[in-house]
């Protein structure tokens, strides 16, 4: 995990550290905050959408690249589910859905 992508992710997204995303902490882009050896879908996104631009850090213009997917294929875009609070490459982690 890289704190400075971290760092631009909060910060793109105006996430309190106190806030559930917040928490999450490297859980964003990995499967877990220990399991931070792979990527989790959306981290797979952010990674292919760096490589496109030829890119060796995260940047806000990429992290948008990616809000319109649903990385985690739960029915969710990105940017609904960091909206939400919730994380956008677990499937089991999205926005209540209201009837």
Not at 59 to 65: E, G, N, V
Request: charged share 20%; glycine share 8%.
């Amino acid at each position: 995990a890289k704190p400075a992508f971290l760092k631009v992710f909060m910060d793109t997204y105006n996430i309190r550290a106190t806030s559930t995303l917040g928490k999450a902490s490297c859980a964003v882009c990995h499967p877990s905050k220990t399991n931070t050896a792979t990527l989790n879908p959306y981290g797979q996104a952010l990674q292919t959408a760096m490589k496109a631009k030829k890119a060796t850090v995260l940047t806000k213009p990429i992290l948008q690249s990616v809000e319109g997917a649903d990385s985690d294929g739960d029915g969710y875009t990105n940017i609904q589910e960091i909206r939400a609070g919730t994380l956008p490459g677990n499937p089991s982690s999205h926005p209540t859905k209201t009837k």
